[in-house]
């Protein structure tokens, strides 16, 4: 007989912890997990003392996990996952297909005109009406955490030169191009300094173009925003700044490089594919395919 160390206490505990960890604290997880702080706080004392460890530091200076607690919120929340797919893989071998999948999208993906990920949602849902998706915009760095922490099965993302860390499914082709405001507020385009974020053709552009550096910016909205003020130069997806033409005039800089790559359906190579996400990618595929 299989003698398992976590009994279903313990496994609904590890839960509480997790979500506590991942909301940033007691109060935070309650509304999240339906439960008061009292109970919360004694679902993640019974981990420790099951661990033998402290998991996180609690009190007037806020919540903050320690070091065995990151590696316990690593592991506990991959083994959750694990145990979560056993129904679902279970009902795809009967040609049922159920449970969640989760997709991880960058921004502004939806307003390129060769996107047909609400129609791809669309078929998903025809073919298997049991599969929940759920779908998160994050930005470039934080889909590629998420992918490498078996937060997201899919991420929706650009794939840019010398990549090779996962898998890639080509959907369509995005460019990207530096643009300034049609009327800058001080001298020249050229003296302008390039908005910054966590993103290859900036750090791109900083190092071979010689622009100086302007201020960091958390996304597209806050670099068109900056942009548009006239004062920053900008690095942005040309079907963006479309949109953003119907109320300010933006222009190409002079000599700007132009910045191609795909889109592309992105999943963790080290992570066994589910049934649901296989039908998605081919969902995808199919749709995209004479792009």
């Known amino acids: 007989m299989i003698q ?24 935070a997880a309650e509304k999240r997990l339906h439960m008061s702080k009292a109970s919360i706080s004694r679902h993640v004392r019974e981990v420790e003392k099951r661990l033998g460890v402290q998991l996180c530091e609690r009190g007037p200076a806020g919540f ?73 915009i994050m930005t470039f760095p934080d889909l590629n955490q998420a992918l490498r922490e078996h937060r997201v099965d899919i991420a929706i993302r650009g794939r840019y030169p010398r990549e090779g860390e996962f898998n890639y499914l080509p959907l369509f082709s995005e460019t990207h191009r530096i643009y300034t405001a049609a009327k800058t507020v001080r001298g020249a385009a050229q003296d302008l300094p390039l908005v910054c974020r966590l993103h290859p053709y900036v750090d791109q552009a900083l190092a071979t173009e010689g622009y100086a550096r302007g201020p960091d910016a958390g996304g597209l909205e806050a670099i068109g925003l900056l942009v548009a003020s006239g004062s920053y130069l900008g690095i942005l997806p040309v079907h963006y700044v479309q949109l953003l033409g119907k109320r300010y005039t933006l222009r190409i800089k002079a000599n700007s490089p132009a910045y191609h790559h795909p889109i592309c359906a992105v999943t963790e190579q080290s992570r066994p594919s589910t049934h649901r996400a296989d039908l998605f990618l081919g969902i995808l595929k199919e749709l995209h395919g004479s792009n």
């Open 4 to 27: 398992l160390d976590f009994d279903e206490r313990d496994l609904r505990s590890l839960r509480v912890f997790c979500n506590a960890a991942q909301a940033g604290g007691f109060a």
């Open 64 to 136: 903050k996990l320690t070091p065995e607690g990151e590696v316990a919120l690593k592991l506990a929340a991959s083994a959750l996952r694990s145990l979560e797919r056993i129904r679902t893989e279970i009902d795809a071998v009967h040609g049922v297909l159920s449970g969640t999948l989760t997709i991880g999208i960058v921004e502004h993906t939806l307003t390129h005109p060769d996107c047909k990920i609400p129609e791809a949602l669309a078929l998903l849902r025809e073919r298997a009406p049991n599969v929940r998706p759920e779908i998160s």
